[in-house]
């Protein structure tokens, strides 16, 4: 079966900008998980959506926001970028909430802010 | 959430057994640990879970013992492309648990 999809897989962006990401889960996953990945911090959790409600939040800024819609695909949303969200965004997908569950990653958003 | 403890780097020729420890001291009854492989610019990938004793796989085995603060990932016979990161993860297994990834470490295979 199709693994989990992302787009754009890379994005350049101005700061001051915002910018939304996308993430299709694999067919019949309910749980989208999304993350940051950069060199210094590594993989830090930003929030969980299941069934289209918003399970569970990392710590990160207010600017960092999420939805899932009725067909599990999820979308993140920055806003007012700032040079330091230069980030691997990588989502997760898994049939149950992530506690749970296996997490089948995508391939990442490479975002970089200028 | 558990805290947990791994090399930051290991270093090993193709063909060897490679042996990943990871401490959880403070592990919970209904944590579950779970071990995570990720190449450069790729997601993690799932390798294995388990709960007690020994779990084993097509690609690993996971060793835990009996008072479970602490967890062994075992590569057999490491190639090449086994060079990665690798992050050992505690949560319970139950809806709403987020997981945390440590700095992982990272294993480098030499011919």
């Known amino acids: 079966k199709a693994g989990v999809t992302q787009t754009p897989r890379y994005l350049i962006k101005t700061r001051g900008q915002q910018v939304t990401l996308s993430c299709s889960p694999i067919?019949?996953?309910?749980?989208v998980s999304w993350y940051q990945q950069t060199p210094g911090q590594g993989l830090q959790f930003l929030f969980e959506?299941?069934?289209?409600?918003?399970?569970n939040k990392g710590n990160f800024p207010g600017r960092f926001s999420g939805r899932q819609f009725s067909n599990s695909r999820s979308e993140m949303n920055v806003s007012t970028l700032e040079l330091g969200d230069s980030a691997l965004y990588l989502c997760?997908?898994?049939?149950?909430?992530?506690?749970?569950?296996?997490?089948?990653f995508g391939p990442g958003t490479r975002l970089t802010v200028t | 959430l558990a805290k947990t403890t791994q090399p930051i780097s290991m270093d090993s020729y193709e063909g060897q057994e490679v042996n990943i420890t990871c401490s959880h001291n403070?592990?919970?009854?209904?944590?579950?640990i779970t071990w995570y492989q990720q190449f450069p610019s790729q997601g993690p990938r799932f390798i294995i879970q388990?709960?007690?004793t020994k779990v084993t796989n097509e690609v690993a085995s996971l060793f835990i013992p009996a008072d479970r603060k602490s967890s062994t990932l075992s590569l057999p016979r490491v190639s090449l492309s086994d060079t990665a990161v690798y992050y050992c993860?505690?949560?319970?297994?139950?809806?709403?648990?987020?997981?945390?990834f440590g700095k992982g470490t990272t294993l480098s295979v030499s011919s």
């Open positions: 403070n592990i919970a009854t209904n944590d579950y």
């Open positions: 959506y299941f069934s289209e409600t918003q399970r």
């Open positions: 993860l505690v949560a319970a297994n139950q809806a709403g648990t987020a997981l945390i």
């Open positions: 997760a997908s898994s049939i149950g909430s992530q506690g749970a569950y296996e997490q089948y």
């Open positions: 388990g709960y007690k």
């Open positions: 067919s019949g996953h309910r749980s």
